[in-house]
Structure formats: C-alpha cells, structure tokens
T-cell receptor, first 113, second 108 residues
Framework: DAGVTQSPTHLIKTRGQQVTLRCSPI?????VSWYQQVLGQGPQFIFQ???????GRGNFPDRFSARQFPNYSSELNVNALLLGDSALYLC????????????FGPGTRLTVT | GQNIDQPTEMTATEGAIVQINCTYQ??????LFWYQQHAGEAPTFLSY????GLEEKGRFSSFLSRSKGYSYLLLKELQMKDSASYLC?????????FGAGTTVTVRA
C-alpha cells in the first residue's frame, strides 16, 4: 500500500511570494494534518482536516490556510512568505473516527530566501 | 498550554539498552506517541500508549503513567541504524504536541 505522499520534495521561494504544498493521505484515511518542523525542534501543529472540514488550527497567522478535497487530499497555502517560514512541512494521515494513529509523509523542505 | 520535556541527547554503545524519558503537562490527553526521525526525513511511527503500562514491540517498548505525566521509550539491543532523533508526542483531541526530540547516538 502506498504511504502518505507529498509534493514537491523541495522548494525555494523568495520573501513575499506564495507557496502551495500538496498531500495525499493513505488510502482509506479521511484525516489530514499539517505540521511545521524547524531545524532542531519537534513538529508544530498547523491544521487538521477531517471529512473536508477544518477540525482544528494551531497558533499560526492567517497567512497559512489549507483545504481538503473530496478525495481527501489536501493543500497547504502560505502567503507573503517570511524567512522564518523556512522549515520542513509535514503532512500526517489518519483514519479519524476515534482512531488516533497518525502517519507522516516524507515532507516538503521549504527554503525562503 | 502544552509542556513536553525530554532529554536533548543520549549516547549508548551498540548492543546496549537506552531509556528515553518524557514528561508532559498538557491541557488534555488522548494518548502518547513515540516517533523515530532520521536526519532530513519524516517521523516514523513507533508506538502508541493510551492506557497505563508497558507496550512491547520487538526491540522497542514504551511505558505510560498518566497519573505521573510520564512515559519512556526503551530501545534494546541497540544497532547503529537506531541513531536518530526520538520524538515524544501527546495527543489532545485531533492534534499532536511534540517535544523537541532526543538525539540518540549509537557508538560501535
């Protein structure tokens, strides 16, 4: 079975630009969560979507937005990029419906210059 | 708020045992996860504890005491490939809150 997939693998953007990151969950999983991991730290929760509805949001500015599509894939958008947005962006897939295990994709490494 | 503490670094010899402790103070609790993360890669799921006690999975075991806000991950028969960062994460409803991770270095 295919695991969680994310695209692109790496991305370099300039301050002020906008970026869209994509995630496809494990087949049968309805929940997608997004995390930001800065070097040397643990992942920080950004969003979770379940059945195409936003279930929760972490302490990130409104420049960060996301959505989930009918096929349960998801996009994370970040506007007006700052240098501090440089990080590994991780997508985690889960069954939802009371089962809590989350499985991470390979991540997208975003560098803002 | 969420406060999850784990040691920054640990070093052990190949074939030995290492125990990584994690203490947490969180506003809610649905379970505790341990993940392994090699440099530049995504976290890989190791274990999930909901109830108090020990969960064993091959060379890895994880223990949870909810009353003490305490967990540990036990790595036995260490191998060089176990050199990685180990992340403790507490689940509250839908989200995971992570510690900063413990870097384990296995020496020959």
């Amino acid at each position: 079975d295919a695991g969680v997939t994310q695209s692109p693998t790496h991305l370099i953007k300039t301050r002020g630009q906008q970026v869209t990151l994509r995630c496809s969950p494990i087949s049968g999983h309805k929940s997608v969560s997004w995390y930001q991991q800065v070097l040397g730290q643990g992942p920080q929760f950004i969003f979770q979507y379940y059945e195409k509805e936003e279930r929760g949001r972490g302490n990130f500015p409104d420049r960060f937005s996301a959505r989930q599509f009918p096929n349960y894939s998801s996009e994370l958008n970040v506007n007006a990029l700052l240098l501090g947005d440089s990080a590994l962006y991780l997508c985690a897939s889960g069954v939802g419906e009371g089962r809590n295990e989350q499985y991470f994709g390979p991540g997208t490494r975003l560098t803002v210059t | 708020g969420q406060n999850i503490d784990q040691p920054t670094e640990m070093t052990a010899t190949e074939g030995a045992i290492v125990q990584i402790n994690c203490t947490y103070q969180t506003s809610g609790f649905n379970g505790l996860f341990w993940y392994q993360q090699h440099a530049g890669e995504a976290p890989t799921f190791l274990s999930y504890n909901v109830l108090d006690g020990l969960e064993e999975k091959g060379r890895f075991s994880s223990f949870l005491s909810r009353s003490k806000g305490y967990s540990y991950l036990l790595l036995k028969e260490l191998q060089m490939k176990d050199s990685a960062s180990y992340l403790c994460a507490v689940q509250n409803d839908y989200k995971l809150s992570f510690g900063a991770g413990t870097t384990v270095t296995v020496r020959a």
